[in-house]
């Protein structure tokens, strides 16, 4: 039996948490829910109103359990799902969950993920943080207030906004390159900030041109285009091409900026203007 307990990928008008469970699987649930998905059921649970009794007992009925491994099921998925709301979790995934020969339920392994923007409440869950078992890139990019994700491309990229930089590693993919990272400055884009993430882009010896991509809403274009300006003069030794958009408050400012600066980087007002000049950079 599997028991997963994650937040709804099913396009639900209202997003809920949902219980997923089999009597099949075990490592090959993805092969029993693609071959027999009527052997994988599913139970949606308003955050609101939470797990009901009826719930549980439909889940039990569906495992085909009865008696004492009944009775004990129940009090079973009842704390798992407390457990799961009371950590902020996103998945609780128990595999295999066990009915022993005395009729009692037993979850003989698990994975949890846990939501890092809720961890502040959790300093016990925190606490079990192993920083060894991240990378060691993201986890130095957390402590300077960047979001950071490696990839396996040619073209690093610079955004302010997670949306922004998913639009920017699609354009950089329509130009014939390939993200090298995800990487979101957030809205203070000031001289250090962007020199950090300078220095963490260019550790990928794969990235052969750097996408600079942002916004001027929260944080003004030519405030980010002296960052980099300063960035770039205080390293000194970047030696692969530089291409930036910005858009928004005071963005003919920075442009005129980067124009001027003197150094090699290529300013672009529109993204597919922008792209066309990676892929001139890459080819």
Same mark, same amino acid.
């Given at each position: 039996m599997q028991g997963i307990l994650c937040l709804d990928p099913n396009g639900q008008r209202e997003k809920r948490n949902v219980i997923i469970y089999s009597t099949e699987g075990g490592m090959n649930i993805e092969e029993v829910a693609e071959k027999t998905p009527h @052997? #994988?059921? %599913? =139970?949606y649970i308003d955050p609101h109103v939470g797990l009901r009794d009826f719930q549980k007992r439909n889940i039990a009925f569906n495992l085909g359990l009865s008696g004492n491994a009944y009775k004990d099921f129940l009090k079973f998925i009842s704390n798992l799902y407390k457990a799961f709301i009371g950590s902020d979790a996103s998945l609780f995934e128990i595999n295999p969950c066990l009915k022993t020969g005395d009729d009692r339920i037993i979850a003989v392994d698990s994975k949890v993920t846990l939501d890092e923007n809720a961890l502040f409440r959790h300093p016990d869950l925190e606490a079990l943080r192993d920083l060894a078992e991240e990378d060691a890139t993201e986890v130095e990019a957390k402590s300077y207030g960047l979001n950071y994700v %490696? @990839? =396996?491309?040619n073209v690093g990229c610079m955004v302010n906004g997670a949306g922004l930089a998913m639009a920017t590693m699609d354009i950089i993919k329509l130009s014939g390159g390939s993200p090298a990272n995800f990487l979101d400055v957030g809205g203070t884009a000031d001289a250090a900030r962007v020199e950090q993430a300078f220095r963490l882009i260019l550790r990928d010896n794969n990235v052969k041109a750097i996408l600079i991509n942002i916004f001027g809403g929260i944080v003004r274009c030519d405030r980010v285009a002296q960052g980099i300006v300063d960035a770039y003069k205080n390293m000194g030794n970047i030696k692969v091409p530089i291409i930036v958009r910005l858009q928004g408050t005071n963005a003919d400012i920075a442009k005129d900026l980067i124009d001027h600066s003197g150094l090699e980087v290529h300013s672009a007002i529109q993204l597919q203007d922008a792209a066309? @000049? #990676? %892929? %001139?950079m890459i080819s």
């Open positions: @052997l #994988v059921h %599913k =139970e %490696k @990839l =396996e491309g066309d @000049l #990676v %892929k %001139k």
